[in-house]
């Protein structure tokens, strides 16, 4: 696969990466781990380099299952996670608020580095802006973990645009990971432009609006009652028929280009600019290669403006988050 630089410090990564939260969290029912293993190391022979996982996704269980996973593969993968969460130490299935104390910060790294069966941690992102602790504090933080040799770059997760540049002024910020895809452009307004001007790399999830942009889900659709999307104003049967101009339109683009709305989709943000790279989650090996396949598909100028000109006159339904995780971003 082709790969693609994140940010000005030098990290190469394959143009679209995986997100592996779905393999144990937030969208039952979840795969054996055997199976999730062979399906990893398959994705890394079908050329993707970078990996995304964090303690929070289970907990603990997703940066487990990746550490086992690739270890094979140490030297030759990027794995990012996250830390920003106080989990209760029993392994229980909820977080308890954010925490971005330094020292809490330093102790997350200790942990992933165990589990992910690593000596540095690629990308380290902090998940979700706290705020209760100085932006300064916690790029200071990773800052000691760099110098250390225990992380290698840093990352921030749905931080607004002057939270980015706070930090980067302490510790440059590598890269972005944010929602991001035809039916959430929210970021084009002031936060690509402010990663475009401080050379950040930009790693958009949901890039397939966690599986709607693929044209598989309807008002027909039943999730299990445990996921996560049953909690999402946007899935609401209202929304989803509403919102199905969407993906009308990526079928249309589709045909004419002889591929699928979700290459169409994921071609489209790799479209945007050239350090962008989504990181749409999966567990089957031949949606993986269904989306691999964006990477060389070619969107002309003229496809791009006739996407942008017809989805500039739909309007999105629904709100991209329950209210309790809507207050976590874009602080």
């Known amino acids: 696969m082709k790969t693609r630089k994140l940010g000005k410090n030098g990290l190469e990564v394959s143009a679209l990466g995986l997100g592996c939260m779905g393999m144990t969290f937030s969208f039952p029912p979840f795969p054996e781990k055997k199976e999730m293993i062979t399906f990893l190391r398959k994705a890394v022979e079908m050329g993707v380099t970078f990996f995304d996982t964090a303690e929070v996704y289970g907990p603990y ?89 225990k992380v290698r770059h840093f990352g921030m997760s749905e931080a607004g645009a002057q939270t980015i540049r706070r930090a980067n002024a302490v510790q440059p910020v590598t890269a972005l990971q944010s929602e991001y895809s035809l039916w959430w452009r929210e970021p084009e307004k002031e936060i690509i432009p402010t990663l475009e001007e401080l050379g950040i ?48 339109l990526l079928t249309r683009i589709s045909v004419e280009k002889n591929s699928t709305p979700a290459r169409v989709a994921l071609s489209w943000l790799l479209a945007q600019k050239p350090w962008i790279v989504p990181i749409p ?51």
């Open 201 to 248: 790399g930009f790693v958009p999830f949901s890039p397939l609006g966690k599986g709607f942009l693929t044209g598989k889900i309807d008002t027909n659709t039943k999730f299990e009652s445990t996921d996560f999307r049953n909690t999402v104003p946007r899935f609401s049967k209202e929304n989803i028929q509403a919102n199905q101009a969407m993906v009308e």
């Open 281 to 331: 989650g999966t567990r089957k090996i031949e949606r993986l290669a269904e989306n691999i396949g964006a990477a060389d598909l070619v969107l002309t100028a003229e496809d791009l403006r006739e996407i942008d000109d017809a989805a500039s006159k739909i309007q999105v339904l629904g709100a991209r988050y329950p209210d309790s995780a809507a207050r976590l971003v874009g602080k």
């Open 61 to 149: 269980n997703n940066e487990e299952l990746v550490g086992e996973a690739l270890e094979p593969f140490k030297g030759k993968v990027v794995i990012a996670t996250k830390f920003g969460f106080d989990l209760d130490p029993a392994g229980g299935p909820q977080w308890k608020g954010l925490n971005s104390k330094p020292k809490h910060i330093k102790e997350v790294a200790e942990a992933s580095l165990r589990r992910l069966r690593l000596e540095t941690i690629d990308l380290f992102y902090q998940h979700r802006v706290d705020p209760d602790v100085p932006i300064e504090d916690v790029a200071g933080a990773v800052s000691d973990l760099i110098k250390e040799g």
